[in-house]
């Protein structure tokens, strides 16, 4: 079975991104749900760069014409949802720091009156 | 006698809120309500909060700068901790007319309303900025289509709560946003809405300070974010 040299470099870079899903589970960086995610996305990735025709067969399948414009759909749409997913998480963040100034806020308003 | 506590977001108005601040404690005095202002420094890097302080006036202080609704959720978190009867906000800047607490305040000691917002479109000779009235229409539109509350200055920075407004209004928004939440908030708790019509005092250095109409784009996302979490 020959590869094209795009093939080998594509497959190279996505096992090189699961082995740091593993890692990042094992060290405890990352939640089972999330390693499921991200390691099923690597070695789905690793199918279609492997078995192009794969892919075309799924696009067939939905209705779009070649493989490789299924694939880039897919990366477009996954790509918005995951900067959504991190924008909300920073928000989250954002808020949380609020919290944590406004409970300064009111604990020094707290100790200055303990003092006078 | 019931508590009423005058909540004023700041940053960074030494220029003019010892001026401010006098004109309020002039005209509290005749308030039916006994009235503590408290000034929330929001991480300001002038001397606002050393000019509160002088004046005999609480200040809150954020360590570091977290934004309008940051404050005011500080504000309204500090009358709950002091179980006041009532909480008003006023912006620090001069633009609001301390003559008009009462305006805002009367409906909910009339338990008319939990929330009162201050209009400036409801004042007779309103004299907001054609931009500004355009920015405040878009804004209460979307207020309409998201929240359904009917509402003629979703932006006024000059609001009055009752008690029970204070004990269920939680601000989760940080900036300019938390004024079209405060809208989500009413809706949530069921709450009673209602206007006063109130002055404000255009200066060059209020409209300077005012919210940037270019800033509307970004609330109304940071406004879907807080939405979708």
Redesign the interface.
């Known amino acids: 079975m020959n590869f094209l040299p795009i093939q080998i470099i594509l497959s190279l870079f996505l096992i090189f991104a699961s082995s740091r899903v593993i890692l990042r589970l094992k060290d405890g960086a990352l939640a089972f749900k999330d390693f499921i995610f991200w390691f099923s996305v690597f070695v789905l990735a690793i199918i279609g760069v492997i078995k192009p025709e794969l892919t075309t067969l799924a696009a067939a399948t939905l209705g779009i014409g070649r493989g490789t414009d299924a694939v880039i759909y897919a990366s477009i749409l996954l790509l918005f949802y995951l900067i ?1 997913r991190t ?2 998480l920073i ?2 963040l ?2 949380d ?2 919290k944590l ?2 409970d ?3 604990k ?2 707290r100790r200055v009156k303990k003092e006078k | 006698m019931k508590k009423l506590v005058l909540i004023l977001p700041a940053l960074n108005e030494a220029q003019v809120i010892g001026k401010v601040l006098k004109k309020i404690k002039k005209k509290v005095k005749a308030l039916p309500v006994k009235t503590e202002v408290i000034v ?1 420094n929001d991480g300001s890097s002038d001397k606002t909060a050393q000019i509160v302080k002088q004046q005999q006036i ?1 200040v ?5 700068n ?2 309008l609704g ?1 404050s005011l ?2 504000g309204l ?2 009358a709950k ?1 002091i179980k006041a009867d009532f909480a008003i906000t006023m912006d620090s800047d001069g633009q609001h007319d301390p003559k008009d607490i009462i305006k805002v305040l009367t409906p909910i000691l009339e338990k008319k309303a939990d929330v009162v917002i201050g209009s400036r479109m409801l004042y007779s000779s309103n004299l907001m900025p054609i931009i500004r009235k355009f920015f405040n229409f878009i804004s209460n539109l979307i207020t309409l289509i998201l929240f359904r509350i009917r509402t003629t200055d979703s932006l006024s920075g000059f609001r009055g709560f009752s008690k029970k407004a204070i004990q269920k209004i939680q601000i ?1 928004t ?1 900036r300019m946003e938390v004024s079209n939440e405060l809208f989500l908030q009413i809706k949530k708790h069921q709450l009673k809405y209602s206007e006063a019509p109130i002055k404000v005092i255009y200066t060059d250095y209020s409209i300077q300070k005012g919210q940037k109409p270019s800033n509307a784009f970004a609330i109304v996302f ?1 406004l879907l ?2 939405l ?2």
């Open positions: 959504f924008n909300i928000e989250n954002k808020h720091l609020t100034v406004r300064l806020a009111l020094d308003d | 929330v609480k809150l202080t954020h360590k570091i977290r934004g940051a959720g500080t978190a500090y901790l989760k940080d940071k974010l807080r979708f979490r």
